[in-house]
């Protein structure tokens, strides 16, 4: 709903024919179009075979999807989610969604992480400890 959806209905359930959501993505005040997406947990690259597949489950329900996944995406995979004359579907990696939650603050904790430079002690001769467990016991 943050990037213009409407009408978001999640379904991710056993029999749900590859299809774990869909809503209507409002282009502007004429068009909008109906979004099928599904969402994998993989540890593999995510081949063609799955866009195929997820392709086939939009047919005459859709006019585009978004296949959201915890790794990469191969470049066969990539070619075939742009193929020419076939419903577009749009491709979001782990670090897309990643990006994605921050920009829109969902569901992340910004933390600023501080880290030393060990460089600009060295020139002082001076050891300083990489981990505060490495230091000596007083």
């Known amino acids: 709903r943050e990037v213009g959806f409407e009408e978001v209905v999640v379904t991710g359930r056993s029999g749900d024919g590859g299809i774990d959501g869909f809503g209507t993505l409002r282009i502007n ?3 909008s179009d109906r979004v099928l ?3 994998k947990r993989y540890t593999t690259q995510i081949s063609p075979s799955y866009i195929r597949e997820f392709r086939g489950s939009m047919a005459a329900r859709a006019d585009r999807g978004i296949f959201l996944a915890t790794n990469t995406f191969s470049a066969e995979a990539k070619r075939e989610a742009a193929r020419e004359g076939a419903a577009p579907i749009e491709m979001v990696d782990l670090d897309a969604l ?3 939650l921050t920009d829109l603050g969902l569901g992340v904790t910004v933390r600023t992480v501080f880290a030393v430079d060990q460089s600009f002690f060295h020139e002082y001769g001076a050891k300083v400890p990489a981990r ?3 230091e000596p016991d007083k």
């Open 29 to 31: 005040r004429l068009v």
């Open 37 to 39: 997406f599904q969402c």
């Open 98 to 100: 990643i990006s994605l």
């Open 132 to 134: 505060p467990e490495d």
